[in-house]
């Protein structure tokens, strides 16, 4: 009988948001997810392998404005960094994407801290990465384990959805083949999730100036939208 590993995990949320389509540039570090996919017949989830990284960031972040969530999925460092912009500028216009980086092994990370030993598209910093998304979206995990790993799943991927904005999962090479429990219950979305709601006092003085705005004028041009 098959395990069921962190990356089937992953792969059965992503399908149950509704992703048809997963972009990025495939790298070692992330090579057991993609494989994973590959290996399903019947995977509701296709590859988009892209040019680099940032054409993937770019193509996620249109997905994600017509399909309402997208993921990108890339390689340590050399990739994640690469897919920095086009992350940042989704963080600031609240657009919710999934960014999947790989990372060194447990192992490899212990051999960086205890000789120094630098591997391929590393740094000698293990938060490295995640400090940097940090700064650019609105939840980071780093999966270190296939324990706590469907516990920081369901965290970033719910706050993806309910606070609409990009979300950063980080997860070391080993995890990816690490058993793990298949979901026992959909994801969990809710309003417990939601904190970008509106202060009364400064919708109601927007609203006041958006009346004196329209009767001003005689022939006002609407342009909605949340900014």
């Not at 992703?19 to 995977?43: E, K, M, Q």
């Not at 120094?116 to 940097?132: E, F, K, Q, T």
């Not at 999966?143 to 991927?157: H, M, T, V």
Request: hydrophobic share 45%.
């Amino acid at each position: 009988m098959k395990k069921y590993t962190v990356a089937d995990y992953l792969h059965h949320r992503l399908a149950e948001l509704g992703l048809t389509h997963l972009f990025g540039v495939a790298g070692n570090y992330t090579a057991p997810l993609l494989d994973t996919i590959l290996a399903d017949p019947d995977s509701k989830v296709a590859l988009v392998n892209m040019p680099n990284e940032l054409c993937a960031g770019y193509a996620a972040d249109a997905y994600a404005r017509i399909k309402g969530i997208s993921a990108v999925a890339v390689t340590y460092s050399v990739g994640s960094f690469h897919l920095l912009n086009p992350i940042a500028g989704a963080f600031v216009e609240q657009i919710p994407i999934v960014v999947i980086n790989g990372s060194l092994t447990n192992k490899e990370w212990i051999n960086v801290g205890q000789i120094g030993l630098i591997y391929s598209h590393s740094l000698s910093d293990p938060m490295s990465n995640l400090n940097v998304f940090r700064q650019v979206t609105i939840a980071a995990e780093r999966i270190s384990n296939g324990i706590e790993a469907p516990f920081q799943i369901d965290a970033a991927l719910s706050a993806c959805v309910s606070r609409s904005g990009p979300v950063y999962l980080e997860v070391l090479e080993d995890v990816w083949r690490a058993t793990c429990q298949p979901p026992a219950a959909p994801l969990p979305i809710g309003q417990s999730y939601v904190t970008n709601t509106s202060n009364e006092s400064t919708l109601a003085q927007a609203l006041e100036a958006t009346k004196d705005l329209i009767l001003k004028y005689q022939d006002p041009f609407f342009w909605v939208g949340s900014e």
